[in-house]
């Protein structure tokens, strides 16, 4: 799925970094606990949490993820903003629960990484 389909679906906001036609993912990773989210073997998934502070963008940045989803309408600090520019990830958020937003993309055919 396009991550400009994601986007759309949640109607989601890009708060920064650069989108491409062709940019998607195929799975998510739901997590407010960051230390679960180092525990994944892999790196070609969108995470999806309610921490909206420097850590989950730090470990977004150690395991390698390009995009990370801040749900319930949490406003990111401009710092978070600032380090997710640095870091080339993409920063979205979007109004809904992490259930919600969990369940949309699921029906929608998108993943989970187990």
């Known amino acids: 799925m396009t991550i400009r389909e994601i986007v759309s679906l949640l109607r989601g906001t890009v708060l920064c970094g650069e989108i491409d036609e062709n940019d998607s993912v195929e799975y998510c990773f739901a ?19 309610g921490l909206s502070n420097m850590q989950s963008i730090r470990t977004a940045e150690m395991s390698d993820l390009k995009y990370v989803l801040i749900v319930r309408g949490k406003t990111p600090t401009p710092e ?17 629960s992490l259930f919600k937003t969990s369940g949309i993309l699921y029906k929608a055919g998108l993943k989970g990484v187990y």
Do not use: G, K, W
Request: net charge negative.
């Open 80 to 96: 978070m903003v600032e380090l997710a520019e640095d870091n080339d990830i993409v920063l979205i958020v979007c109004p809904y």
């Open 31 to 49: 997590s407010d606990l960051m230390s679960d989210v180092l525990t994944v073997c892999r790196s070609d998934f969108m995470l999806i949490t």
